[in-house]
């Protein structure tokens, strides 16, 4: 089984296909399995690239390191593979490693897809928006929220499969995940928008972590930026609507490519 040894972390990967590369970061519901239904579709046209973040599943590493470990690594990870340049798309937790990559290595992305993910571009509106999204959740984990409200009862095989994926992660350390500090009030979009690659943000419209307005917000921050809004998708958008998703991915990288 393909392990790379990075930052004395042990990283599980997979690469599927041929062609440019095509980088999928997971969320923290999920890990590279969750691509199953990306790795299909595009593996076709692309060198697709999946694998486990620290402490995601079959990865080791210590957490203590902190969240800062989601970007080292990822950078670290494309030089072990002898990746130079690739389409990034990441979902949720995804973005902070997006969030490395533009700082560490800009020069890797080719294209950025950010699902369900503002990738740390904020400000004081959309951490406004955050504190009410909480509020509607009604103190209920993350977790709860990451399909749309009767996904499981329209899709009840997905939505088990979902939940089976999400069940072969490890526990991890509490807040490790955790939003800045109230203090904080650094934003990436700058960096993003420096990068001087082609970006689409996705949301889903029943997404009540990250909401439509909060990632329409985050797209107005970098500009250039496109946005599509999944209707009827939960957070996990390119799981539940992954035809939908795959043909709208698939169209913005074949205009990068193009």
Known sequence: MPFARVNAARLYYE??????????????????????????????????????????GRSQGDMAVGRWALG???????????????????????????????????????????CGTTAGATDDRIRE??????????????????LAPGFEEEEPGLALLYRQINALNPPRPRGILGRPPPTYRGSTHEMIAGLGVPVLYIAGEHDLITSPEMIRRARSLVPGAHFHEMRG?????????????????????AGVDG
């Open 15 to 56: 690469q599927h296909g041929s062609g440019r590369d095509l980088v999928f970061l997971h969320g923290a519901g999920g890990n590279h399995l969750s691509w199953w239904q990306q790795v299909a579709a595009f593996s076709e046209r692309y060198r697709c690239t999946t694998f486990d973040a620290r402490g995601w």
């Open 129 to 146: 928006i955050q504190d009410e999204l909480r509020d509607e959740r009604g103190g209920e984990g993350l977790r709860e929220h990451a």
């Open 233 to 253: 998708a939960g957070h996990s958008c390119y799981f539940e609507r992954a035809g939908e998703w795959n043909q709208v991915v698939g169209d913005f990288l």
């Open 72 to 114: 080292t690594d990822f950078v670290a990870l494309l030089d072990h593979l002898g990746i130079e340049s690739a389409h990034i798309v990441a979902q949720s937790m995804g973005g902070r490693a997006v969030a490395g990559l533009a700082r560490l290595a800009p020069r890797k992305a080719r294209s950025l897809v950010l």
